[in-house]
């Protein structure tokens, strides 16, 4: 079993910047792939970042150039750093870790970008 504890959200203005972080823990360390999903009111879930055990990430189009992800394999946490938010980015975002035997969601934190 993984735990995920997730933080950094809150409100931001449009243009500006703010980081979230996902620590993962429990009997379960081989993790694998870390990402962060979104989902906005109304919207379904869609991925915003992936990264490999080896550092390679992927990103949605959307967030490319603005959004970062990165990775602290000793302390099994992902971070997401956001920068010139917009009011589409407005949603709660999600981190999944992926082990070798199944995949964990984390309950998600609010990200609300004002105009």
């Known amino acids: 079993q993984v735990q995920l504890v997730e933080s950094g959200g809150g409100l931001v203005q449009a243009g500006g910047s703010l980081g979230l972080s996902c620590r993962a823990s429990?009997?379960?360390?081989?993790?694998?792939?870390m990402a962060w999903y979104r989902q906005a009111p109304g919207k379904q879930r869609e991925l915003v970042a992936t990264?490999?055990?080896?550092?390679?990430?992927n990103y949605a189009d959307s967030v490319k150039g603005r959004f970062t992800i990165s990775r602290d394999n000793a302390k099994n946490t992902v971070y997401l750093h956001m920068n010139a938010l917009n009011a589409d980015d407005t949603a709660r975002y999600f981190c999944?870790?992926?082990?070798?035997?199944?995949?964990?969601w984390g309950k998600g934190v609010l990200v609300t970008v004002s105009s």
């Open positions: 999944k870790v992926v082990t070798w035997t199944r995949s964990y």
């Open positions: 429990g009997s379960d360390s081989s993790i694998n792939a």
């Open positions: 990264i490999t055990n080896g550092g390679y990430t």
